[in-house]
């Protein structure tokens, strides 16, 4: 069967060792997360975490149904394909140069960034976008020199 | 009015309905071990953590109730973890309470800290680690519900010193069953009631589930009325009877040529409670191939894990196989002689052409005789636990069970050293019934130590040792998968069993002779006491049938019919 990046939303107990379990569902059978993010819900008992991985359908079908099984999960869903918004949060450190700044102000510009900070030399980059906007980002801002980045994963939320 | 730590736990757990906890002291459980010598809660010590788990698991599997288990911190904790894993794979609520070092110390390597929520979260069903007083009572509840509810399964609940030394308050709680037992629908009653009808090839295929979810009645029901032969994993052994002429016996790697056939060229197949083990399937593209495919599982996840359904319910399979068996009555469902009679007499001839067997010999007992033997003189009445490997084969094969909740084993992870430990947990939940585990000269040495514990508490447990001298059942894949290289095979070093048994206190039996083997059973069965039956039994004699790994179930190697020694 073929392949692909699923999204999931679980909704789960905010408790120690929730994530471990979690994770030890994928894990425990070999499956790689490509990305996860967790935070509380509005309601502190709850966080919510989304997580992304690369999975055929029939296997996406038994790992929701081993999550649920999880007695600090209440909810799994598997929001690919279903139009939910979702974004991901990139942080490029560049060194600045007399040569690459304005480029680089050009890019910031064009993907809708903008600069955390500025130090001497350095300067932090934030951009946020779906995953394939932050990718072209990465592959624009490359030949300029990246010192250092770092991403969240996705986040993602249903429209309704 | 406040109470220690301590005092809640055993409050919680009478509340529980617990009446044995099987055990073993330590430093971090002093204080828990302090409570139970004032209270009235029975506690059977055994002589190795792993013994204790399996006997709460054994006497979980016979009674129904969820089984208990007391340990202490970091090595008693680690002991238990096979136990628990053994639990988990069965399906065989247990709550297991470990010692844990005071809150402050957790994380810092203390004296005998090991992290058990860690080791044992995939092997669980759930775990707690309790750091707050104020959550422990309702936490042992939750622990409770947990093990019992839905799916069984082994539930741990860690507990640290301090916790247990302070006071705090304590309310039973009691948890609804939060997730209502579905009712049956009624659509997809209907529509295995008109498969049932259009099916001229049907066959039942039930697991522990049947066992676990007391719907053995009505799974007989079902046979009966509809005349549908019934083949059961390792599982479902018992829960319908061995004796009954639409019996087919265990299907798979070693289950019978019939079975096997019938699931092979069956058109319908009722799948009750089981999970589709790849020791059941064989090669799952070949599994069942012309069969319309029911499974009814109570856990959504084994439903499409290893074969895919066409017809799929969740749901408590005794809610549902009463459903099925009120619509026939009322639709006053019979199955034309006709309509079967071609498929039973199919079967039949299956049944005559290879029938379990085995050559009998004069010189050498052969393991098969002595199960039957065994079966005629309890007249099928006994409880049965196994060890693991040709010993466990060769029970299920040759014993037949009438009743569900008789036979007890490792099925799912194969544990060797199971068999014993689980009897003593049977022997303390029926004190009047005959109790027989089934061993092999391996296995036996993994929990031998148990036999003080039975010793203490009086237990009138029947060892039978098939003594082949050899982990029989890898010397036979050695034998037929790597031309007899028996690689570490080999335990003909052992002890003298009958002086080991007399030792701790056990009556000690051996038979070498095939005349000896009726006598030996008939003086050990009647013994009120314990016993330990060693029979020196062929020494190379291999399981059969057998699938080969990863070959399609109607493929299968019979044997029986040449001599193997
Ligand atoms: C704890 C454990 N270790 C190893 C195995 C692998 N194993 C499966 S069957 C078997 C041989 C068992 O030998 P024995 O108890 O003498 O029984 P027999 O097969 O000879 O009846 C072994 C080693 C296992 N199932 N469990």
Not at chain 1, 2 to 31: F, I, Q
Not at chain 1, 122 to 132: A, D, Q, R, S
Not at chain 2, 8 to 20: F, H, M, N, Y
Not at chain 2, 349 to 368: A, G, M
Request: proline fraction near 5%; hydrophobic fraction near 40%; aromatic fraction near 6%.
């Amino acid at each position: 069967m073929e392949k692909k990046e699923y999204t999931l939303s679980l909704l789960v107990n905010n408790k120690p060792d929730v994530l471990a379990r979690v994770a030890g569902v994928l894990g425990g059978r070999g499956y790689n997360i490509e990305t996860l993010c967790v935070d509380a819900t509005l309601d502190p008992r709850y966080s919510k975490i989304v997580l992304t991985t690369i999975q055929d359908k029939s296997t996406i079908n038994k790992i929701e149904k081993q999550l649920i099984k999880l007695h600090d999960v209440h909810k799994v869903t598997d929001i690919t394909d279903t139009g939910a918004v979702s974004r991901e949060l990139l942080l490029v450190r560049m060194k600045l140069t007399e040569k690459n700044k304005a480029d680089i102000a050009l890019i910031i510009n064009s993907f809708n960034g903008r600069v955390v900070t500025m130090n001497g030399d350095h300067c932090v980059i934030e951009i946020t976008g779906e995953k394939e906007f932050l990718e072209r980002a990465i592959e624009s801002l490359k030949p300029l020199g990246i010192e250092d980045s770092a991403r969240t994963g996705i986040v993602a939320l249903e429209r309704y | 009015m406040k109470l220690k730590g301590a005092q809640i736990l055993i409050q919680a757990l009478k509340q529980e309905g617990v009446k044995v906890i099987f055990g073993y002291p330590g430093g971090a459980v002093i204080d828990i071990y302090d409570e139970l010598y004032r209270e009235n809660i029975k506690h059977v010590l055994v002589r190795h953590e792993q013994g204790a788990v399996h006997a709460a698991d054994g006497y979980a599997r016979v009674t129904g109730q969820v089984g208990c288990v007391l340990v202490t911190s970091g090595p008693g904790a680690a002991n238990t973890v096979t136990g628990i894993a053994t639990a988990y794979m069965d399906s065989i609520p247990l709550v297991v309470l470990t010692g844990q070092v005071p809150t402050a110390l957790i994380g810092t390597d203390a004296f005998q800290e090991v992290d058990i929520v860690g080791i044992t979260r995939p092997c669980t069903k759930h775990n707690f680690l309790v750091k707050r007083i104020e959550d422990l009572g309702k936490t042992i509840h939750e622990a409770f519900h947990i093990a019992r509810s839905g799916r069984p399964g082994p539930v741990l609940v860690d507990l640290p010193k301090d916790v247990m030394q302070a006071t705090g308050d304590y309310e039973p709680v009691s948890f609804p069953d939060h997730a209502p037992k579905s009712s049956p629908v009624p659509s997809q009653i209907f529509y295995i009631k008109d498969l049932i009808a259009q099916s001229r090839r049907p066959v039942l295929l039930t697991g522990g589930g049947v066992i676990l979810g007391r719907a053995s009645e009505e799974l007989r029901r079902l046979a009966r009325r509809t005349m549908i032969p019934v083949t059961s994993t390792l599982m479902g052994i018992g829960a319908f009877p061995g004796s009954d002429s639409l019996w087919l016996g265990m299907p798979g790697m070693h289950g019978t040529y019939y079975a096997n056939m019938a699931i092979s060229h069956c058109d319908l197949l009722i799948a009750v409670g089981c999970r589709f083990d790849d020791r059941v399937t064989g090669k799952v593209d070949h599994f069942a191939p012309e069969a319309k495919i029911v499974h009814i599982d109570i856990d959504p996840s084994s439903i499409n894990k290893n074969v895919i359904a066409d017809v799929p319910i969740v749901g408590d399979c005794k809610a549902i196989l009463k459903a099925i068996n009120d619509l026939l009555e009322k639709d006053n469902f019979t199955v034309k002689e006709e309509e079967r009679t071609e498929w039973l007499r199919q079967i039949d001839t299956w049944k005559t052409e290879n029938p379990l067997s085995y050559c009998q010999s004069d010189e050498v007992i052969k393991p098969q005789f002595v199960i039957q033997k065994l079966y005629e003189l309890t007249r099928g009445k006994a409880i049965i636990t196994t060890e693991v490997g040709q010993n466990q084969m060769w029970a299920a094969q040759f014993y037949l069970f009438d009743e569900p909740n008789t036979f007890v084993t490792s099925g799912g992870l194969g544990t060797m050293g199971y068999g014993f430990p689980a009897a003593i947990g049977v022997q303390i939940a029926f004190p009047d019934r005959l109790v027989v585990d089934i061993a092999g000269d391996g296995s036996i040495q993994m929990n031998i130590q148990e036999m003080a514990t039975a010793i203490q508490e009086m237990l009138p447990i029947k060892i039978v040792i098939l003594n082949n001298g050899y982990l029989g059942m890898v010397r036979q894949w050695q034998q037929l998968f790597y031309e007899k290289r028996y690689s570490q095979t080999d335990m003909t070093y052992q002890p003298d069993f009958v002086k080991l048994a007399e030792a701790y206190g056990f009556m000690g039996l051996r038979a070498t002779k095939p005349e000896e083997v009726e006598p030996v059973l008939k003086k050990g069965l009647s013994h009120p006491g314990p016993v330990l039956m060693d029979f020196r039994v062929a020494r190379e004699e291999c399981v059969y049938p057998m699938v080969r790994p990863g070959a399609p179930i109607h493929e299968m190697t019979l044997g029986s019919r040449e001599m193997t020694n």
